[in-house]
């Protein structure tokens, strides 16, 4: 096992009908922005849960922050912050209004001209304005974790950004939310939080014995309860059991020790930056491809993971790995996402060639969980993809 430090500072405060204690997590005296998305929860109720609870505090709105949290939105966010004198965040979404509140946290206490700077100059963030989060859709494990990806539709990109100044202080996780979810989404947030387990896992041996058994029960878990959540998402012990491991999935805890690929999200984000593809479904598109063309470096792992995961136990520790590839694209598809990018997009070709020159110019030479996948693997993993 690798050294590692962990500090995780974030409060939980899980159950039915916790958004009502909301009231009793805002400091006394902030001044509040409230931050949502589109307006589902205008329709399903959240949104009066928690103006309730906000009854007391001196807050301000503002909606409309897109999914794939666009840049120019939030900058009208951060205007708002600063005429208005905001002292604390308050974000009521799924990974898009979280992620787009982070940023909004850094930027308001951001030195520089142009807060686009965090992102492009990967500035790691140590403080920020402090926020809380009320959830509404289990996925991207950001009601937990202090990472953000932001879009900034004017260039086509899609970039991550992060920093220990960036923890929510507490996250409300209420699993009754997921009633209104429509299933594309919910399907997506079974996607999401599986790969990210897979992320972390997918690597190589390291003896890390606790977290590979952790992220083994969160991956076994997910799969037991997602045809549950599909079929009746008022099923509130698989509704309770999704939302936990989609959490527990990308809080550090399984990461810790262990080397990380994270190459899948990269090439992902790009997916999602040029035809608007929806986060997981670039993840599900990748995947395969990335298992397959770096199958010697996982196979070790593909095969742990067939054998302890899925139940398989016939042939070698090559059929086991080849059979893990095989289930993990399965999974996908029962899930109802297309795997491969001609599903999404006709006009593909191309494709592979520009992420491995985008990656090129921002000088990711070596990504993976050994900093050795070139802009030239990137470029045949997305050709295989197509
Ligand atoms: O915009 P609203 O009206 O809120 O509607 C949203 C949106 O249309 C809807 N929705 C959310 N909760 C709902 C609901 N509809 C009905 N009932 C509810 N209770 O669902 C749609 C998608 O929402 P979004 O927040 O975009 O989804 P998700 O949580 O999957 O977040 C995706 C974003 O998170 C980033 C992704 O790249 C993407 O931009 N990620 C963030 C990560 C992180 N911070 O750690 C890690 C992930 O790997 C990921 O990259
Ligand atoms: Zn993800």
């Given amino acids: 096992m690798n050294n590692f430090e962990y500090k995780n500072p974030t409060k939980i405060i899980f159950g039915k009908d916790s958004i009502e ?36 505090i001196d807050t301000i709105e503002f909606g409309g922050i897109p999914a794939n949290p666009e840049y120019d939105v939030l900058m009208k966010a951060l205007k708002v912050i600063k005429d208005e004198k905001i002292t604390y965040l308050l974000a009521v979404g799924g990974g898009s209004v979280i992620d787009g509140t982070k940023f ?39 009601e937990m974790n202090s990472g953000a990806v932001i879009t900034r539709q004017e260039t086509k990109e899609k970039l991550a950004m992060g920093g220990p100044g960036l923890f929510p202080v507490f996250s409300i996780l209420d699993p009754q939310v997921i009633t209104s979810i429509p299933q594309r989404q919910i399907a997506n947030g079974l996607a999401d939080a599986f790969t990210h387990v897979l992320e972390q896992y997918m690597t190589y041996p390291v003896g890390g014995l606790l977290q590979d058994r952790f992220a083994e029960s969160i991956l076994q878990t997910l799969i037991e309860v997602a045809p549950a959540v ?15 491991s989609c959490t527990m999935a990308l809080n550090g805890l399984i990461q810790q020790g262990m080397p ?38 996982k196979k070790e792992k593909l095969a742990q993971y067939a054998e302890r995961v899925w139940g398989v136990t016939e042939g070698n520790l090559d059929d086991k790995a080849y059979a893990a590839i095989e289930k993990t694209e399965a999974f996908f598809k029962d899930l109802g996402i297309d795997t491969k990018l001609s599903d ?40 295989m993809a197509y």
């Fill in 230 to 244: 599909l079929k009746d998402p008022t099923d509130y012990q698989a509704a309770s059991n999704f939302m936990w």
């Fill in 260 to 297: 990380g690929d994270w190459a899948v999200h990269m090439m992902g984000h790009e997916l999602t930056a040029l035809f608007g593809i929806d986060h997981a479904r670039t993840l599900a598109i990748i995947t395969p491809s990335h298992y397959t063309y770096n199958f010697e470096s």
């Fill in 344 to 383: 999404y997009t006709k006009d593909f070709e191309g494709t592979a060639e520009e992420i491995a020159k985008r990656f090129t110019n921002r000088g990711w030479k070596g990504l993976g969980e050994r900093q050795a996948l070139t802009p030239q693997d990137a470029e045949k993993i997305v050709k």
């Fill in 104 to 142: 909004l946290s850094a930027a308001a206490l951001y030195d520089g001209d142009t807060p686009w700077d965090i992102l492009k100059n990967n500035i790691r963030s140590t403080k920020g304005m402090p926020f809380g989060t009320v959830l509404t859709l289990p996925a991207t494990g950001s």
């Fill in 21 to 56: 204690k909301l009231t009793n997590e805002i400091p006394k005296g902030a001044k509040v922005l409230l931050l949502y998305g589109g307006g589902s929860i205008k329709k399903n109720g959240i949104y009066d849960q928690v103006k309730k609870a906000l009854s007391s």
